[in-house]
């Protein structure tokens, strides 16, 4: 597997460079969680860092990624079509 060295900005890994796993495409995850256990025993935490592109990045094709801590934990889902059937009101998936 191919790893690449992404930047890590805010939280505790902040100004931290980690080596990343990239998928089939080149690219890192979308979301990258580092688990925490906690010292008193009780259930592990999560850091949820989300990936975005590295701002003034000239090319279109050669994009620089970096995670971005998101300190609430959420992620954004991946955008929902208008078009899409599952969206119509009188499409065959609609639920009446």
């Known amino acids: 597997m191919k790893s690449e060295d992404i930047p890590f900005v805010g939280g505790p890994l902040d100004g931290r460079s980690l080596p990343?796993?990239?998928?089939?495409?080149?690219?890192?995850?979308k979301v990258y969680r580092v688990p925490v256990p906690?010292?008193?025993?009780?259930?592990?935490t999560s850091l949820v860092y989300?990936?975005?592109p590295v701002p003034g990045g000239k090319a279109v094709?050669?994009?620089?990624?970096r995670y971005v801590?998101?300190?609430?934990?959420?992620?954004?889902?991946s955008v929902k079509w208008p078009w899409s059937k599952r969206n119509r009101a009188g499409g065959?998936?609609?639920?009446a």
Not at 20 to 29: D, K, L, R
Not at 92 to 95: G, H, I, V
């Open 20 to 29: 990343v796993f990239t998928t089939a495409t080149g690219n890192p995850p």
């Open 38 to 44: 906690d010292p008193a025993g009780g259930p592990d």
């Open 50 to 52: 989300v990936r975005e």
């Open 61 to 65: 094709r050669f994009v620089k990624w």
């Open 69 to 77: 801590y998101r300190p609430d934990g959420t992620v954004e889902r």
């Open 92 to 95: 065959p998936d609609a639920s």
